[in-house]
Nanobody, 133 residues
């Protein structure tokens, strides 16, 4: 069974840091492209960052320079290090496994969080991040 389990969410003050983890099972992790999405109070699902099977990364503009995505293939885990957090980063953060490698951005940028579609093989359950001012 394919599973993605997120952890590391919580409440912090603005300027603080959190590290999210997403541990995978049931598939060949090091062959997969992975991503982090977030769904804020307005309920819009937004792509935050991606990492390809060979560790190429992408960040949405609002998190560049503050967030870092990485992975540990030996632990089947992808991480999202979030620094200099802002209140607008408050959201439920989801980990996702893409069904195909190197999907173009226009196919993965605007989606419904946690909905398995032709481009998404799996989603995690989500972890809440709350940043207070």
């Amino acid at each position: 069974e394919v599973q993605l389990v997120e952890s590391g969410g919580g409440s912090v003050q603005a300027g603080g840091s959190l590290r999210l983890s997403c541990t995978a099972s049931g598939f060949t992790f090091d062959d997969s492209d992975m991503g982090w999405y977030r769904q804020g109070p307005g309920n819009e699902c937004a792509l935050v960052s991606t990492i390809t099977y060979d560790s190429s990364t992408y960040y949405t503009d609002s998190v560049k320079g503050r967030f870092t995505i990485s992975k540990d293939n030996a632990k089947n885990t992808v991480f999202l290090q979030m620094n200099s957090l802002k209140p607008e980063d408050t959201a439920v953060y989801y980990c996702a496994r893409f069904r195909y490698r190197r999907l173009p951005l226009f196919l993965i940028a605007r989606v419904t969080c946690a909905l398995r579609t032709s481009n998404f093989a799996a989603w995690g359950q989500g972890t809440q991040v709350t940043v207070s001012s």
